[in-house]
């Protein structure tokens, strides 16, 4: 007999097999999800290794944790091996100074000044695009290993609760999930290739504190033990032309990220179209030809579908709508609102006398079927899907499927959907923000924080 969630395959195109044998926590926005990493941290035995992509020097982890390099430092004074792999763009810290850690020497006298010594490298991407990862893993290859996988960027508007209060500063919506068990292992994997060979770890400012302090890392060469049920697969993003030394990239082995790899795109496109019942997607974007179309396929078949994302676009969103070139997708994507059960959707809290603070939504992830969801660091976007490097993790498991469906729709709906499927509960979505658009509109009291936008017009 078939289980529920058999018909959702895994990939073969990535790096990382299916593994069983994991267990699994979705942790919902930043404040839960920073205060469960550094108590992680504060309870490691032996090493703290974490990827950057975006940091504000002015981030603050939650409950007085103080910042990344706080906590960092901290770590590294209690005698663990801890490391840090910095996004480096020069070109970015010109254009937009303090948006990225990029490793300038005005970054370096704050770490002399700090007297900071855990290890640091600084990796570029290719041409315009984003070492993209955000992951954290606490005592790599030790039965103690845990790894957080996700998308949430070092700003202090992530830090915030469930609920989404308004606040100054704004508040974003954004998701991780913890891993134990065999697919840490690859996470491990990913930041031992990822550090060495992090693209300026030759250059004197390239790393800290100094060459001596550097070496390459090993491979795990065994898998973390068994923790819980869940099948987790690791998928990547992953551009490679060439090796740093020039060389073409190719392909040879399970591991190798030569020539480029593309399994969170495959995966997306496989589960989309294996669907059956509910699609729900929470992303900063829905900027990908292939996966509208995909979406439109699963409403022709009568799945639900409910697309969460910014009720301010982001501004590549924003810039792509204005360019004549891309009326093709966007009027793709105005066809599927067309669907009764389809819903664009964007949340906002409630300021009072019928004002809202709009909530950025910079979540990247997916549920299908109550059974899969897939949670990491990729936009649905061609940059995210091509170019710049990502992680997600996918997982098979309806129990934990179901509960952060639940969770997520409690937040946004203020509604309880526990006792309803996923076809049911996202219709009773699709109704609540069609009905919180109009009241916002007449300047009403909404319920929850949903509403739904045009998907004919946004971005526009």
């Known amino acids: ?42 309870n490691a035995r032996k090493s703290v290794w974490v990827t950057v992509a975006f940091h504000r020097m002015e981030f603050a982890m939650p409950d007085g944790h103080g910042s990344l390099f706080d906590v960092l430092d901290r770590a590294q004074a209690r005698g663990l091996d801890v490391r840090a792999l910095f996004w480096r763009h020069p070109q970015l810290e010109q254009i937009s100074p303090g948006s990225h850690f990029a490793g300038t020497e005005a970054d370096r006298e704050f770490l002399r000044r700090r007297g900071s010594r855990f290890l640091a490298r600084w990796d570029r991407a290719h041409g315009r695009y984003c070492q993209h990862q955000k992951s954290w893993l606490v005592d790599a290859g030790q039965a103690s290993e845990i790894a957080f996988v996700g998308g949430i960027n070092l700003h202090n508007s992530s830090v915030v609760a ?31 290739q990822r550090w060495n060979e992090a693209s300026d770890r030759e250059l004197g400012d390239g790393l800290w504190p100094d060459a001596s302090s550097q070496s390459l890392l090993e491979f795990p060469r065994v898998l973390s033990r068994t923790a ?53 997607i929470e992303d900063q974007a829905i900027g990908a030809p292939q996966i509208v179309d995909a979406l439109r396929d699963a409403l022709g078949r009568g799945v639900e579908v409910v697309v969460l994302v910014p009720a301010d676009p982001n501004d590549e969103m924003a810039a792509g709508r204005a360019d004549p070139e891309n009326a093709a997708f966007f009027e ?9 059960h389809f819903a664009l959707a964007g949340i906002a809290s409630c300021l009072g006398r019928g004002e809202y603070q709009n909530v950025y939504v910079h979540a990247k992830i997916a549920l299908v079927d109550d059974a899969w969801c897939t949670i990491g660091s990729a936009n649905i976007g061609n940059r995210s899907f091509f170019g710049d490097t ?32 996923e076809r049911a509960a996202l219709r009773l979505y699709r ?26 017009t946004y971005a526009s």
């Not at 508040?171 to 930041?191: C, K, M, Q």
């Not at 709906?413 to 006792?419: H, I, K, N, V």
């Not at 109009?438 to 936008?453: D, H, Q, V, Y």
Request: charged share 25%.
């Open 1 to 42: 007999m078939e289980r529920h969630g058999d018909y959702l395959p895994f990939v073969s195109s990535g790096s990382y097999p299916i593994r069983g044998g994991n267990a699994v926590r979705p942790l919902v926005d930043g404040g839960p999800a920073f205060a469960r990493i550094c108590e992680a941290i504060e």
């Open 162 to 192: 469930p609920g989404h209060a308004p606040r100054a500063g704004g508040s974003t919506h954004d998701v991780y999930v913890e891993v134990r068990g065999p697919s840490a292992s690859d996470v491990h994997h990913n930041f031992v």
């Open 228 to 280: 819980g049920a869940v099948p987790v697969q690791i998928q990547r993003t992953v551009r490679r032309e060439r090796y740093f030394d020039g060389t073409p990239a190719v392909d040879h082995t399970p591991f190798a990220i030569g020539g480029g790899e593309h399994s969170i795109l495959d995966q997306y496109l496989r589960v989309i179209d294996r669907a059956r019942r509910a699609i729900y």
């Open 332 to 340: 793709s994507l105005a066809a599927l609102g067309r669907f009764d």
């Open 390 to 421: 990502e992680l997600n993790a996918s997982f098979w498991h309806t129990p934990t499927v179901r509960a952060l469906r639940c969770e997520l729709l409690r937040e946004h709906l203020g509604r309880d959907t526990a006792q309803l499927d």
């Open 431 to 456: 109704e609540v923000a069609r009905k919180n658009a109009a009241k916002r509109a007449a300047g009403e009291p909404m319920e929850g924080l949903a509403f739904a936008l045009d998907p004919a």
